[in-house]
């Protein structure tokens, strides 16, 4: 179950910019106002199934806690955003090198904010990292920001979430709720301006409207499919799945959206791809350690 779990989680995540290609009409930013809405919903739906909202309003009324959903709700949506305007943008293969570099981007947060302290190989992978991102910003003439930011923005959010004590459905529940005022206001005044992109004639609903209400079971259910297989699966296997998102958006972006793949474009990537190696190899050993360690 928690294979499959994760499987199916991921999966949804790395054929998602197909979903959103589908709504490439409607601007980024009306697009997650939409998915906020939705998923807010659906999860008041999930939450109040579960009888969850004691456990999410206890943490929310610490002040502390609720700073930090605060923040990471503030992550999570410039993460939204990015990756919703790089996909429809024609930057997949930006959105795919973001979440390659997002393991090793951990790593980085780790030894900053965490004061941990890395492995020899732990540092030879994100100098590699390093170096491919190196090669992609002399290929752009800047920084790759897209690729960046989404790696910074989810480091960061799941670097908050971990110090909260709510599993997946609360979170995103209480992260909704953070950013629905803004949604709300943003869908407001794009009906008052005449821009709004939802609601057919006649009080019909259009297939791009029935969409944009999907985009909240879009972010829903592969989050909930993932906190199944992170409480079944070890975490070594966890991260071997966590490459199969951006590996299906590379492919896409290659060979379905003919995104162009130059030489030292491929080359940043492979740099990447040798950190991730590197990387893999020192969790299998770490892993293995302490299995040896075990009495």
């Not at 929310?60 to 992550?75: D, G, V």
């Not at 919703?84 to 979440?99: A, D």
């Not at 499919?225 to 975490?235: G, I």
């Amino acid at each position: 179950m928690g294979v499959f779990a994760g499987l199916a989680a991921y999966l949804i995540w790395g054929l998602v910019p197909v979903f959103f290609k589908q709504i490439a009409e409607v601007p980024a930013d009306e697009i997650i106002a939409h998915r906020v809405l939705w998923a807010m919903l659906l999860m008041t739906a999930v939450i109040g199934f579960g009888r969850g909202f004691g456990a999410a309003l206890r943490t929310a009324r610490i002040p502390r806690q609720l700073a930090r959903i605060a923040l990471a709700s503030a992550m999570v949506m410039i993460n939204w955003l990015t990756f919703v305007w790089g996909v429809n943008s024609g930057h997949i293969l930006e959105t795919s090198l973001g979440y390659f570099i997002l393991p090793l981007f951990n790593v980085a947060l780790g030894v900053l904010v965490l004061k941990e302290r890395l492995r020899p190989l732990q540092w030879l992978a994100v100098l590699l990292a390093a170096l491919g991102v190196g090669i992609e910003a002399a290929r752009v003439g800047g920084l790759p920001w897209i690729s960046l930011v989404l790696a910074a923005s989810f480091g960061i959010y799941g670097l908050l979430r971990k110090q909260l004590p709510l599993d997946a459905a609360s979170g995103l529940f209480l992260e909704t709720v953070c950013m629905m005022p803004l949604a709300l206001g943003w869908l407001l005044w794009l009906t008052f301006n005449g821009e709004n992109h939802f609601g057919g004639t006649a009080g019909l609903l259009t297939a791009r409207d029935l969409l944009l209400v999907a985009t909240g079971a879009v972010t829903a259910i592969p989050l909930l499919l993932f906190a199944v297989a992170a409480r079944r699966l070890p975490l070594n296997m966890l991260g071997f799945l966590q490459y199969l998102a951006p590996s299906i958006t590379f492919l896409l972006a290659v060979f379905v959206y003919d995104e162009q793949l130059n030489l030292s474009r491929t080359l940043g990537f492979a740099a990447i791809w040798a950190g991730l190696a590197v990387y893999s190899v020192d969790l299998l050993r770490s892993a293995g350690n302490r299995t040896v360690a075990v009495p």
